[in-house]
Each structure stands twice: as structure tokens, then as C-alpha cells.
């Protein structure tokens, strides 16, 4: 089986991807724009053969790398990324290579495009807030007028809570159409509930093989514009709700062979055509896996190995891994650079390094949304991982 890996490299955890693939004997080919002596030492042993191109934004190159692989290893079975960014080209590589293990170019906008996502939702019958595309103000005024302030307005297409806004008057409904964006935009209404993510691995089936709850107290919109430390845990059990209405949704999308990451709002209040408090509410899909250490918090708490779990998957359509008796709450917890915090470094490791699992300063880059000191935890009850935080973060 050959599996071309796009972008191997980042982020860097994904290594452990195709250091299972390789080890379920699958042949994986990375295609990267980072020099092959930069990578890992553990992506290095488990990639077959490296093709670096000068920009992985360049799609004739890409394409001749693909194109090299077919004509030296013969048919390719798998062409993933497993990364938002590149995943509207993934299915032009599958569907010019005749790759059919995922998602083909003409279903590529109903999970990219929010528009196009509450398309799906309705379909299915899973309620979602009401939504109109931002064109003008006029038109804003008209939808705000039949859901009320506040409002979400956030780009079509987008990763993560990039360049979202919450309005909640005309002052700065109008600052905002004073400043529009250049590219699509949606508004939303806005949902009251605590927002929870549901992950999950699916076979050839769309059939869970694995599954997963992450709760979200802070959503990222509030943490980067805010400016407020980030902190949310992954469940050792799933809500079984979240269990039902996240399967509804997979099916809805017809999506299968690949890791997800969805997202819902749990409603604390009863809101019209949506549900009461204690339903889930669609906010958005992600057809790849959970964003920064995520994936290993999720290990963490199931006492399991996602990635082993997802190769498994891939080389024989089926989980081989048996479910874990002890499973806990994993957190994480951020600290912002610049402020001026309760307890010492020195002293959350004295008193938590026995329970902590992942401690590390983030990239510059991840200072705004994930903090630039992060502290990884388990814990077995609710109570004591809510101590923990409350003691790292307390300022």
C-alpha cells in the first residue's frame, strides 16, 4: 500500500502518523517544503522516500511529486495531509490521480465552506444557528433584526477562531462594515452554551472506530480576542448525546476513512429552533484531526494511541487496539506571556509533576491562542484537574 503523506513535518506530532503507518507496512512517501535533513529523526525512519518542492502553495509541483511516486512505487492508494490548509488540494490530488480513499474535489466545499456546511446540517436535520453571507449592511440589519444582537460573523472559509467577532450593537456593526474584509464572510446568530468537540476515527463505513469528548469552557474567539489563558480537557467518557448527534452529523457529510474533529454548541438555554439546554447545536466541521497537542491529550486520556488507531484503520479497516480500563481527564492549561501569575513554574512542577505529562514553551506564533508556557495534566477526577487549574493560572 502506498500512502503519500503532503506536509509531514507540521504539525511536528504527525510523525507519529506515519511512524504507524510504517510500522503496519505501509509504504509512506512524504511530499514536503522542508528541507529532508531539518525533519525528525522518527519521520525521517519512517518515510520511505522524501520529495521536497519549494511551496507546497505551488499545485504543478505538487503534482509532479505525486506524479514521480506513481510512476517509481506504481498505483497510490492514500494522498492525506490531515491538515485544514491543505485539504481543498488533497481532493484535486485524489480526484487527478484517481485516488478514492477520500474526499473528491466536488464535495471538497461542504466542509470547507461554513455556508455550505449549514446546508448539510439542515438536510440531516441537525440544528444549527441561523446564518446569512455578509454583503452589506442593509442586509445585516434585516437578519439582525430576526435574531437579535449579538451576532457572529467570522470568514467562510477559515481554521479556527482566525478573525472572528462578536457584534453587539449598531456602532460596531457599522465599524465593522466601515472595514469589511476582502474575503467572504458569514453572520451568525449567537449561541449560548458551553462549546464541546466530538473526535472521532471512522472506518470504510463512516463507523466510529474510536471516539472522543473535548470540552472547550473559553472558546478560542474569546482566548485570542480577550486575551484571556486558554484551558480545555479532553473527556475520559463521551456524552452520549454528543455521541449521537456527532455520528448523525458524519453520516450527513458522508464522510469516512479519516480522523474528525466537530464541533457543537451545548446549549445552557432554551433558544427557538434550536433546542433546550443540555441539546447540541452544529457550529462546524473539521475533517481532520484536532488542532495542536489535542491528538495527544486525547492518548492521555483513553490511555490509548490515536495514531496507531487511525493506522490501523488505513492497513486493515478496523480498530486492533483494545479499549483501556483506566481512562482519565486530560488538561491543558496556558499562561500568557507578559502577566504576572500566583504560583512559580518551579512551583507547579513541585506540586503537579507527578500528574503532568506535556510542559513546554509554544512557538511565538501560538503565544495569541495557546500562551507561551503550556502545562499538560491527567488527572482521575474533575475536581482535582479544576485545582489544577485554578493553580497555574491564577494571576
Known sequence: ???????????HTYWNFCDRLRRN???????????????????????????????????????RAVAFFSFKYGKIDWIESLNEFWLEQDARLRTDFNVTTGIQSDRIGFIKEKSQMKKMYLEAGIPTARQCPV???????????????????????????????????????????????SVPYVMEEFMQGDLISYEAVLDANG????????????????????????????????????????????????????????????????LRGLGEPGDYAGLEV????????????????????????????VAFNERREPEAKQKY???????????????????????????????EEMPPVNWPQMGRFMYTARFKTKREMQAFIKFVQTE
Open 25 to 63: 507496512g505501509v509504504n509512506v512517501l512524504g511530499i514536503g517544503d522542508a528541507p529532508y535533513d531539518g525533519l525528525e529523526d522518527g519521520l525521517k525512519g519512517a518515510l520511505t522516500e522524501y520529495y521536497k518542492v519549494d511551496s507546497l502553495a505551488d499545485y504543478d509541483q505538487v503534482f
Open 286 to 313: 473539521n475533517m481532520r484531526p484536532p488542532g495542536g497537542y489535542t491528538p495527544d491529550m486525547i492518548n492521555f486520556a483513553h490511555s490509548a494511541d490515536i495514531y496507531q488507531i487511525y493506522a490501523d484503520m
Open 135 to 181: 454583503t452589506n449592511i442593509e442586509s445585516a440589519r434585516s437578519f439582525i433584526a430576526a435574531v437579535g444582537y449579538p451576532v457572529i460573523v467570522k470568514p467562510d472559509v477559515g481554521v479556527g477562531a482566525a478573525d472572528t467577532w462578536k457584534i453587539s450593537s449598531d456602532e460596531e456593526l457599522e465599524r465593522f462594515y466601515g472595514a469589511l474584509p
Open 329 to 359: 481527564y486530560c488538561v491543558y492549561a496556558g499562561r500568557k506571556e507578559g502577566r504576572s501569575y500566583k504560583h512559580t513554574h518551579e512551583e507547579i512542577m513541585e506540586r503537579y509533576g507527578d500528574s503532568i505529562v506535556m510542559q
Open 207 to 270: 463507523d466510529p472506530l474510536f471516539e472522543n469528548m473535548t470540552t472547550w469552557p473559553d472558546p478560542i474567539m474569546n482566548v485570542v480576542n480577550d486575551d484571556i489563558n486558554l484551558k480545555y480537557y479532553t473527556n475520559p467518557t463521551v456524552d452520549e448525546k454528543l455521541r449521537e448527534v456527532g455520528r448523525r452529523t458524519v453520516k450527513s457529510f458522508g464522510v469516512n476513512r479519516r480522523i474528525v474533529h466537530l464541533e457543537f454548541f451545548k446549549l445552557t438555554k432554551e
Open 1 to 11: 500500500m502506498n500512502f503519500i503523506f503532503i506536509s509531514p513535518n507540521f504539525p
